[in-house]
């Protein structure tokens, strides 16, 4: 058996949310020394709730427990093609949750929204945030894809991932940084995504998944043969041991995979 994803569980979000923060700050360490700046990409959904609780804790004062948010550029994972002040806009929630909330003293990170130029056409819109990742990754023909040093995930009941959905073409797209979506199982239908390769090819993978509707899914990725085709299995598959999860004990009830309670 090959190398496998890290599954960490603990007692509830605020012990997982220190943790979290334990492990982003060791991502944000290895991102600045390896080239002075932090490349996140970041997912919607309840996640930014949780990185507000890791990374907005004052922690102990120490420097190696300082969130250097004027180093981090952030991306998104995945964004709905509607303006950055509407309800379904990942952009709109976490400035909501986290990035209007940030203390002035620790600096505001680079963050990198979708073009509005381009709400009517997704695919053109998916080719503008390419661009946009060229720009700050290199050009594409002399990187074949982008690495991110972390990429912050979620995972959806049907095991979904960014907006890369079960059974869905896209899984299969291998050129790509960003893909179009205009026929998204979960409204709304259009939307822009970073494609798979683009997602394991990144120097650490997080996925956050809490509450006991989680469960169910969890034991079907982490247990099953046919979890492993789901996007989130993909991803594990893909990422190996690049990939960790943090979860609450509600959301790994019945998961046979072993389990961590610390990193």
């Not at 960490?8 to 492990?23: C, G, N, P, Q, S």
């Not at 996140?40 to 300082?66: E, Q, T, W, Y």
């Not at 400035?95 to 203390?103: G, Q, R, W, Y």
Request: glycine content about 8%; charged content about 25%.
């Amino acid at each position: 058996m090959g190398k496998q994803p890290k599954l960490y569980t603990f007692e509830d979000i605020d012990e997982l949310a220190k943790a979290l923060r334990v492990y982003i700050l060791q991502c944000q360490q290895a991102g600045l020394e390896r080239h002075n700046t932090f490349k996140v990409a970041v997912s919607g959904g309840s996640l930014p709730n949780i990185l507000a609780k890791a990374l907005l804790d004052r922690g102990n004062g120490s420097s190696n427990d300082r969130v250097e948010f004027t180093k981090w550029e952030i991306f998104f994972a995945d964004e709905r093609a509607v303006s950055l002040d509407h309800e379904d806009s990942n952009y709109k929630l976490l400035k909501e949750e986290l990035l209007d909330k940030i203390p002035g003293d620790l600096g505001k990170p680079i963050v990198h929204p979708i073009d509005l130029e381009y709400l009517d056409d997704v695919h053109e819109m998916a080719d503008q945030y390419q661009e946009e990742l060229m720009r700050s990754f290199a050009a594409k023909d002399s990187v074949k894809l982008p690495i991110f040093d972390l990429l912050l995930l979620g995972c959806g009941p049907d095991g979904h991932t960014c907006s890369l959905f079960p059974n869905h073409e896209l899984l299969r797209e291998s050129d790509a940084w960003v893909a179009a979506i205009e026929d998204s199982p979960k409204p709304p239908a259009k939307r822009i995504t970073l494609s798979l390769p683009v997602v394991t090819h990144g120097i650490k993978i997080a996925f956050v998944a809490t509450g006991e509707g989680k469960a169910g899914i969890l034991r079907q990725i982490f247990d099953t043969d046919e979890g492993r085709s789901l996007p989130c299995g993909l991803v594990n598959e893909g990422g190996a041991e690049k990939v960790s999860w943090f979860t609450d004990a509600k959301a790994v009830k019945g998961v046979g995979f072993p389990k961590r309670g610390s990193l």
